[in-house]
């Protein structure tokens, strides 16, 4: 079946520094989902990607849809506490969405 | 406020029971789904319904069942059957199949 191998699984870095992370596939999407869970709640959506080569940002958040549309990457820059959680991605195709394992951002005091 | 509401936070089984989740939406959504995340993991589609009145298996269907009586609700059955229940369960919702899923804040099942 299709898989989506997110990466890294886990971070931990200095607040402040930039973070980076990324999802690929074998198989092509038609959409990219990046969200984050905080601890015991659902996940939030954070940016949608639509189109291959799409740059979209939010905040101090980043995404990219890849041209191969295989895959996305996640920046983060600048980072504070409150990104502390689990990023997922996920890709949608043929009305099916399927979700990455998830990385988990630490941020050392 | 819109959103989606789950119901309850927590929720304890004994071995043998059915236990109802509920899942409601006041965002005028069409589209609902029950996920289940295990630690480390994924969320795994459990179903998902489309429409009022229709709703389709997802991955790891078995020892579950739905409803989707009316278009606000959707709730999730963990039968008997399904034999490795504990788990957060997070119900989401989209506009149509294929707009973002929202999701709510889980449930959290465990067995007495």
């Known amino acids: 079946g299709q898989q989506l191998n997110q990466s890294p699984q886990s971070m931990f870095i200095q607040e402040g520094e930039d973070v980076s992370m990324n999802c690929t596939s074998s198989?092509?999407?038609?959409?990219w989902l990046w969200y984050k869970q905080d601890p015991g709640e659902g996940p939030v959506l954070l940016i949608a990607l639509y189109k291959a080569g799409e740059l979209t940002s939010n905040g101090r958040l980043t995404a990219q849809f890849g041209i191969t549309r295989k895959d996305s990457f996640l920046n983060i820059s600048a980072s504070i506490p409150s990104d502390v959680g689990i990023y997922f991605c996920a890709g949608r195709r043929n009305n099916k969405i399927i979700f990455g394992k998830g990385t988990r951002l630490h941020i050392l005091p | 406020d819109g959103g989606i509401t789950q119901s309850p936070k927590y929720l304890f089984r004994k071995e043998g029971q059915n236990v109802t989740l509920s899942c409601e939406q006041n965002?005028?959504?069409?589209?609902m789904y029950w996920y289940r995340q295990d630690p480390g993991q994924g969320l795994r589609l459990i179903y998902y319904s489309q429409i009022v009145n229709d709703f389709q298996k997802g991955d790891i269907a078995e020892g579950y069942s739905v409803s989707r009586e009316k278009k606000e609700s959707f709730p999730l059955t963990v039968t008997s059957a399904q034999k490795n229940p504990t788990a957060f369960y997070l119900c989401a919702s989209s506009m149509e199949g294929t707009q973002p899923q929202h999701f709510g804040d889980g449930t959290r099942l465990s067995i007495l």
């Open positions: 198989s092509i999407f038609n959409t």
């Open positions: 965002l005028n959504h069409d589209a």
